[in-house]
């Protein structure tokens, strides 16, 4: 595998279940982001890590609960969503926080039902 | 906080002309500059970064953008597109002073005619 990579690529849940998405990037990146893309809005930034510490959170609701148990991997766990919450999920990394380009991974495409 | 601002949300263009998309941002304060691609059900895709130096930045693709700080501007240009560029391109800054943040603007849907 080489990048990032992101997984599952497609997730359909209902607003009572939980599930987890999971990035994985083989760059050897210190710092990991998740985005929410949304048709017709800017990208949003939820979550930063830099060095498995999280550094930013963008006001986030507390549904989402990211977890970086090392620099590699990078979990966004997902509990009594909304159907607004419906969206691609991006993953990205860079070398560190304010170091360089962010390298994305092909996103989680999450609809809640 | 910077906002980015992609004036055209939709760009369709003939086979081999030229392109322009435009970007602006808000802050005159020290910024990175970046343009991603993003091919249906992709991730976003580096084309180019202007960092500091030549405000002339050269790109994979064929793709070029300059950075003119007196406008905030940062627009991309292609001299002949193809059908291959057909996605979506979206501009992002942070700012020099705070790398946590990146800012993306709203994205142009670039449509390449043959």
């Known amino acids: 595998e080489t990048g990032v990579t992101q997984t599952p690529r497609h997730l359909v849940m209902g607003m009572t279940n939980k599930k987890s998405l999971k990035c994985e990037q083989h760059?050897?990146?210190?710092?990991m982001y998740w985005y929410k893309q949304s048709a017709k809005k800017p990208l949003e930034l939820m979550f930063v890590?830099?060095?498995?510490?999280?550094?930013e959170n963008n006001s986030v609701p507390s549904r989402f609960s990211p977890e970086c148990p090392n620099s590699s991997h990078l979990f966004l766990h997902l509990h009594t969503l909304q159907p607004e919450d419906s969206a691609l999920y991006l993953c990205a990394s860079s070398l560190t926080s304010g170091e360089g380009e962010q390298y994305f991974g092909p996103g989680t495409r999450l609809t809640v039902t | 906080a910077q906002s980015v601002t992609q004036l055209d949300s939709q760009v369709p263009v003939f086979e081999e002309a030229p392109v322009e998309l435009r970007c602006n941002y808000s802050s005159s304060v020290s910024v990175y500059l970046f343009w991603y691609v993003q091919y249906p059900n992709q991730g976003l895709q580096l084309l180019l970064k202007?960092?500091?130096?030549?405000?002339l930045v050269k790109g994979i693709n064929g793709f070029e953008a300059e950075f003119n700080k007196s406008q905030t501007s940062f627009h991309l240009r292609k001299p002949s597109v193809h059908i291959s560029d057909t996605a979506e391109y979206f501009c992002?800054?942070?700012?020099?002073?705070?790398?946590?943040?990146?800012?993306f603007g709203t994205g142009t849907s670039l449509t390449v005619i043959p």
């Open positions: 992002a800054v942070s700012e020099a002073e705070d790398g946590n943040q990146f800012y």
């Open positions: 202007y960092l500091s130096g030549s405000t």
């Open positions: 760059l050897g990146h210190n710092a």
């Open positions: 890590y830099n060095f498995k510490e999280q550094t």
